[in-house]
């Protein structure tokens, strides 16, 4: 086997393990569904424009890998799988929030995902492709993935607290990038800077969320001020003998 076959096998595994990253995602808002809290979002914590912009990004890989030539398996089938888990995160949001905004997001997703099923399907790009299109649509998906991780960690900030957010589901996208950084080295710099673009904006956000689990952790643990006298404290001084 081949450097490019095996690393593309490795980086395609790890991806579908990073889908399973998100079916915790999903999982864990199943599980607060089930628990009915009152007066509690089961999606509560969760970026709406990060679940977009992740979409974006499984969409944008999806696309250029088969618009490609010759078409990159290990690139587009992955995807398909991510692109479905967080079209899933998605409804559930939009049945949770049931706002406009959520429910425009889920839509749009969904059309967009169809649409380029059927451009990879039915309009395949020709031997020598744009050297600049399919790269700008990859850099321009990465960049709105960034912002949208963004928001996401100061909407962690700010609310002092993850909610229903996944820690698992982001360790596996780290382990993802890293695998995807190295298929891209073999495909070489003419094809796989983009991918560079799209692993170094997905390590830095998916560590930086990560970092933000540790924080609030450490935020809510009890101060040495906080915490209960000990009992010896209250235990009255016996009075002195005359």
Known sequence: MTPYHLTGSISALLSILASAGLATQVRLLWKRHREEVPDRKISEGLSLNRFVTSFIMFLALFTYGGMLRPFNHYLAWPRVL????????????????KCRHSKAAFLSCLAACLISVLVVLFFPSTENPNPLVLPLLVVGSSLLYLQGGVIQIRMIRRLGSTGGLSRGMHQLFVLKDLSLATFALV?????????YFICAVGLTINVGTLWCFRWVRLRNLPTKNSLPESPSTFQSIPPRTP
């Open 82 to 97: 991510g692109m479905s888990l967080v079209l899933l995160i998605l409804f559930m949001m939009a049945h949770d929030r």
């Open 187 to 195: 495909m070489g710099t003419s094809t796989g800077w983009p991918i």
